[in-house]
């Protein structure tokens, strides 16, 4: 176990909808990373966060964004959905230094 | 886009049998990482092999990098049924905001 909790696990919407996803990091851990897997891929660089500022990011639109609390939990939102957003969506959290990161279980969207 | 390239894409082979998977990157780098993955869940971090480190153990793992070939490999030893998951290895750039960039990983199946 990472100590990095996701949720929902699994989550069904139609396209044009919108979606919330939530991650738990690590206590004492600052930096968070959200990444989307398609099937048979590797995960993707969405964005990452550091003290509740965007500290990079990835190619992806800016229907993607991302929130950071100081209870170092997190969300990923994603704004009228399309159907090739339909993966499985990791967040990792890490310490000061981000080249060692904890991931989550994942949240597995489908989107019809 | 995918920085590392693992090779192969599958690997089959029998409990107490070696498994070697290679990674070729494209950039340059400060550390490049192995991930493992069980059936489409979270990642879990391996190993972590610096640039300027050529070799690195932990238990069954041997992780070896070459920057001037822009490549690594990792070989486990006496693999184990529960070894059966995908390998990813994931690259750290030298930017602010660093990001894991990942390859599309191997697979690998231990049979008994």
């Known amino acids: 176990e990472t100590g990095v909790t996701q949720s929902p696990t699994h989550l069904i919407k139609t396209r044009g909808q919108q979606v919330t996803l939530r991650c738990s990091s690590q206590s004492g851990h600052n930096t968070v990373s959200w990444y989307q897997q398609a099937l048979g891929q590797g995960p993707q660089f969405i964005f990452q966060y550091y003290r509740e500022e965007e500290n990079g990011r990835g190619n992806f639109p800016p229907r993607f964004s991302g929130l950071q609390f100081p209870n170092y939990s997190s969300e990923l939102n994603v704004n009228a959905l399309e159907l090739d957003d339909s993966a499985l969506y990791l967040c990792?959290?890490?310490?000061?230094?981000?080249?060692?990161?904890?991931f989550g279980p994942g949240t597995r969207l489908t989107v019809l | 886009s995918q920085q590392g390239e693992e090779d192969p894409q599958a690997l089959s082979i029998q409990e107490g049998e070696n498994a070697t998977m290679n990674c070729s990157y494209k950039?340059?780098?400060?550390?490049l990482q192995w991930y493992r993955q069980n059936s489409g869940r979270g990642l879990v971090h391996l190993i972590l092999i610096r640039s300027n480190e050529r070799e690195k153990h932990s238990g069954r793992l041997r992780v070896t990098l070459d920057t001037s070939k822009k490549s690594s490999s990792l070989l486990i030893t006496a693999s184990r049924a529960a070894d059966t998951a995908s390998y990813f290895c994931a690259t750290g750039l030298n930017q602010a905001g660093t990001a894991l960039i990942f390859g599309k990983g191997t697979t690998l199946s231990v049979s008994s």
């Open positions: 950039t340059s780098i400060n550390n």
């Open positions: 990792a959290s890490s310490l000061e230094d981000p080249d060692t990161q904890y």
